[in-house]
């Protein structure tokens, strides 16, 4: 029913396809970009359905005031605050390693603007629970989501991180201004 809803939606009404070359994994880490709009999250949240999956997502505290906060919950969303020096990657770790089902995306800039220098978080939680990181890049011009990529992390987190956002180059945000993959 859910599958239907959300298929019918991003595909029919919205218009938007999918391409879809990576497996459904117990646990990953979903890599999403490029993100340079609010709307990112919904029409990811789309696809995920559409395509029958799941996915929780991390987002800043202040989102999550009422209603909106429940929404967000009800939709996977899990509350970070960002002011907190905490080990918030300690904490996904163990998640990840008690979960049997574990689908989480983050965005790697942290941010809907220009920003070269991606948070390494989604790494270090793929690292350290020892979980594939699927990349999924959204293409506002092709109204196109694409997962066909996914990459174990090495430990080499120069290389690897090379690697991933080479992979986003050609992928147009809402507001392409807003998006830096920055030196590579």
């Known amino acids: 029913m859910k599958k239907a809803l959300f298929s019918f939606i991003y595909f029919k009404l919205l218009g938007w396809k999918a391409e879809v070359n990576v497996p459904d994994y117990d646990k990953c880490i979903i890599c999403a970009a490029p993100h340079t709009t609010n709307w990112d999250l919904f029409i990811g949240k789309l696809f995920i359905g559409a395509i029958g999956r799941e996915s929780g997502f991390l987002m800043k505290k202040e989102w999550f005031f009422f209603p909106l906060g429940c ?3 009800w939709m996977g969303g899990i509350p970070v605050d960002r002011s907190r020096r905490t080990s918030l990657v300690d904490q996904v770790i163990e998640m990840a390693k008690k979960s049997s089902k574990f689908h989480i995306a983050i965005t790697p800039e942290g941010t809907r603007s220009a920003n070269p220098n991606w948070k390494k978080g989604f790494y270090h ?11 999924i ?7 196109c989501i694409y997962a066909n990529k996914a990459l174990m992390p090495t430990g080499d987190i120069e290389k690897d991180m090379r690697e991933i956002k080479l992979y986003y180059k050609d992928f147009k945000g809402k507001h392409p201004e807003k998006f830096d993959i920055g030196e590579v």
Do not use: M
Request: hydrophobic content about 50%.
């Open 71 to 73: 929404f967000f919950r």
């Open 125 to 135: 939680i793929a690292n350290g629970a020892n979980i594939p990181i699927v990349l």
């Open 137 to 143: 890049g959204i293409d506002y011009e092709k109204k």
